[in-house]
């Protein structure tokens, strides 16, 4: 079973500029969560998605959005990029059974704001 | 809130040495506990889990016990290996939803 797939891997775009990024979550897995990666910061939790609606959501401004397709893909975008928004962003999918809590990563995108 | 501390890198150790990575948790109720790693240029991966009290997760060699007494799922391996090398975070599960609560990382280096 193929894991769960980020694309793109990387990208650089400049200041004020908007950017979306796209996530393949597992086969049969419908919940799908996004996490920001900085050294600063650590990881932490941007957004969850289960069967189209966003369930979760944590302390990002409201430039940082998302959206679940009916095929359980999903997107973040990222308006008005600042340089802070430079970071590793990784999505995560979960099978949502009961008593099943186990989140896969995929590699995630690297973003760079110049 | 709900919060994980876990112990500074970076850890250098020789191979066959003897690895501890401290780990502990704030959180209300019973949360489910885990270890992930990441190595260089990649996404995380699930190195083991506990989801109760004195439940131990192992995986590769690692292991970690859930101790409710003390708050704290410490990671240990008897023999580590140079590929061991990587950051390692500890998480918790956060409430109803799909939600990670990760520790600021542990950086593991190994010297043949």
């Known amino acids: 079973k193929a894991g769960v797939t980020q694309t793109p891997r990387y990208l650089i775009k400049t200041r004020g500029q908007q950017v979306t990024l796209s996530c393949s979550p597992i086969s049969g897995h419908r919940s799908v969560s996004w996490y920001q990666q900085t050294p600063g910061q650590g990881l932490q939790f941007l957004f969850e998605y289960f069967s189209e609606t966003q369930r979760n959501k944590g302390n990002f401004p409201g430039r940082f959005s998302g959206r679940q397709f009916s095929n359980s893909r999903s997107e973040m975008n990222v308006s008005t990029l600042e340089l802070g928004d430079s970071a590793l962003y990784l999505c995560a999918s979960s099978l949502e059974a009961s008593g099943e809590r186990n989140q896969y990563f995929g590699p995630g995108t690297r973003l760079t704001v110049t | 809130g709900n919060s994980v501390t876990q112990m500074e890198g970076p850890v250098t150790l020789s191979e066959e040495a003897f690895l501890t990575i401290n780990c502990t948790y704030t959180?209300?109720?019973?949360?489910?506990l885990f270890w992930y790693v990441q190595y260089p240029g990649e996404g995380l991966q699930l190195l083991l889990k506990a989801t109760k009290a004195d439940d131990k997760g192992s995986n590769k060699g690692f292991e970690a016990t859930y101790r409710k007494e003390t708050t704290s799922f410490h990671l240990e391996k008897g023999s580590v290996q140079v590929s061991d090398s990587a950051v390692y975070f500890c998480?918790?599960?956060?409430?109803?939803?799909?939600?990670?609560?990760f520790g600021a990382g542990t950086r593991l280096a190994v010297h043949p």
């Open positions: 998480a918790l599960f956060s409430g109803g939803y799909n939600k990670l609560i």
């Open positions: 959180a209300t109720g019973y949360p489910s």
